[in-house]
């Protein structure tokens, strides 16, 4: 067998990868030149400077895995690595400490006024008074996503004698405050209590823009913001504006909407204090070593028969296990993504049914895909490996249950949802031996096609409403694809929903837009994996 490992990876990887393979080390080449050769090779291995496409995927016929030497894995082809019965894995917690100690590192430096102080040394001055810092110690620091290295910056700002404020919608109040942090469950409870904040959350829908000139506003004046976890997630015009009017006092900012082209950044031409490093969060030697032999490990284990321990696609899952079940793996998904997208609160417990032929069969591999898409929907790295451990490490009960009771599809499952606020309960099935469907929202029974884009709009059950619905989304130029409305059994129910498939993602600005049609209440827009 061979592997190839490109873009300067540790040659560590290669000393493990030998045991099992044979292993060639070759520098980053571009797409044409990687097609032209994969075909050689059992394994590929890879940092971020190859982009793993369809083409090389299709040309890489004896490929079996592909290792990303790294947390995440946008330059891989995860569907066409899919279908093609590739497993592709990742190093998850290769580079947290690193992260997290870049993390307090940047808080320390715009604290001390680190970075202007040795510029201005350098340049042969003595200015002690103009850098003037402030003190962590009997500070708050506000850490929004506490999971591995949210929790670590956590622990070390106790050490520095700091008080820790937690918003995590997916972190019980008992682990937090077990930890020593105050566990706070609003957002607009969380922003007045820090004087620092630091974000350690994945790039979503719920989380682009979380921090802007409103959310700004309902902070300290004198907030301090780092960002070391995705660019886009502070609002980076926001940001500039608040820093050169004095309200935000600095900021230390790792990542960017737009990497690597930092010259199109605005935070470049801030007046105020800050502090800006180029996506350094993962970059030490420990780190890159460790990630180098976790995916090396890996692939060695995959080469000689075992398995993977970070897969993040579906061949990681054994397949006699998944082959009776396959055909429902994506609905099982799109059941969990959509209930909780559908909910707000800290998740409590998940209850998974299955009926009709479900019934019978091990369903195992249908509860990961659930919870994949539950976790997934707020959390990053998120795959069909560690979703069970992580819904385990945050104290989230899943109940499983097989039912005889009469079903109306030759398969179902129901996930019930329990938060701290409310219980949401969606249903998914196949129709016509091969067609997904959503076929319960609540107490609606509908028959929803999944989709990418969806919007669901509660409602009065009256003349024109979905007119007026149809009239806002098409001024804001999105396209519908297709609409339900559902209506609950009871024929003197007054309430209905619409389900609307459209074109493009739905932002906050539409549904508020929505929202103030007389008798509509509560819309909400929904991102399913298809």
């Known amino acids: 067998m061979k592997v190839l490992v490109t873009d300067k990876i540790n040659e560590a990887a290669g000393r493990i990868i030998e045991a099992a393979a044979e292993v060639d080390f070759l520098p980053t080449m571009s797409e044409d030149e990687l097609a032209k050769i994969i075909g050689n ?18 040309a890489g016929k004896n490929l079996k895995i592909i290792g990303r030497a790294g947390v995440g894995v946008d330059n891989i082809d995860l569907e066409s690595a899919t279908q093609k019965g590739i497993i592709v894995v990742n190093s998850p917690d290769g580079n947290t400490m690193a992260a997290a100690e870049h993390t307090i590192a940047l808080m320390l430096a715009m604290a001390r006024n680190i970075a202007p102080a040795a510029t201005s040394t350098k340049e042969g001055k003595w200015d002690r008074s103009k850098f003037t810092g402030t003190e962590l110690y009997k500070k708050t620091l506000g850490i929004i996503g506490f999971g591995k290295i949210g929790s670590h910056v956590g622990e070390v700002a106790l050490a520095l004698g700091m008080k820790v404020v937690v918003y995590d919608p997916f972190t019980s109040k008992e682990v937090v405050e077990k930890f020593g942090g105050e566990y706070i469950e609003n957002l607009d409870d969380f922003w007045g209590k820090p004087d620092f904040i630091t974000v350690h959350v994945p790039k979503t829908k719920d989380t682009v823009n979380m921090i802007n000139k409103d959310t700004i506003q309902k902070m300290k004046k004198g907030i301090r913001l780092v960002n070391c976890a995705r660019g886009g997630i502070i609002n980076e015009n926001d940001l500039k504006e608040a820093i050169n009017s004095g309200y935000v006092a600095s900021a230390a900012i790792d990542v960017y909407e737009n990497e690597p082209n930092i010259t199109e950044c605005p935070l470049i031409n801030c007046t105020g204090n800050i502090v800006l490093t180029p996506h350094l969060g993962a970059s030490t030697t420990e780190a ?14 995959v080469l000689s028969g075992g398995s993977a321990s970070s897969a993040v696609n579906i061949p990681s899952l054994r397949p006699d296990k998944l082959e009776p079940v396959k055909d429902y793996m994506g609905i099982a998904e799109n059941t969990g993504e959509l209930a909780v997208q559908l909910s707000t609160g800290a998740v409590k417990s998940i209850e998974i049914t299955a009926d009709g032929d479900l019934a019978d069969l091990d369903i195992q591999p249908l509860e990961v895909a659930v919870l994949k898409g539950i976790l997934s929907s707020r959390l990053e790295g998120v795959n069909y490996v560690n979703a069970p451990v992580i819904a385990k490490k945050r104290g989230i009960d899943i109940i499983t249950t097989h039912s005889k009771r009469k079903c109306s599809f030759d398969g179902r499952i129901t996930v019930k949802l329990t938060t701290d606020k409310e219980q949401t309960v969606v249903a998914g099935a196949i129709v016509a031996k091969d067609i997904p469907r959503i076929v319960k929202i609540n107490d609606y029974e509908t028959s929803i096609r999944p989709e990418k884009h969806v919007i669901i709009v509660p409602h009065v059950n009256k003349p024109s409403m979905i007119a007026k619905v149809a009239q806002v989304i098409g001024e804001k130029g999105i396209n519908i694809g297709s609409m339900n409305v559902v209506q609950k059994n009871d024929k003197h129910e007054t309430e209905s929903i619409m389900v609307i498939n459209v074109d493009t993602a739905v932002d906050d600005n539409t549904l508020k837009s929505i929202e103030k049609i007389d008798g509509v209440h509560n819309p909400k827009y929904v991102n399913l994996t298809v």
């Open 288 to 301: 890159q070593m460790n990630v180098a032999i976790d995916v090396a490990e890996q692939i060695k284990e």
């Open 41 to 58: 090779y059992d394994a590929l291995m890879v940092r971020s400077q190859t982009k793993v496409t369809p083409k090389i995927i299709e």
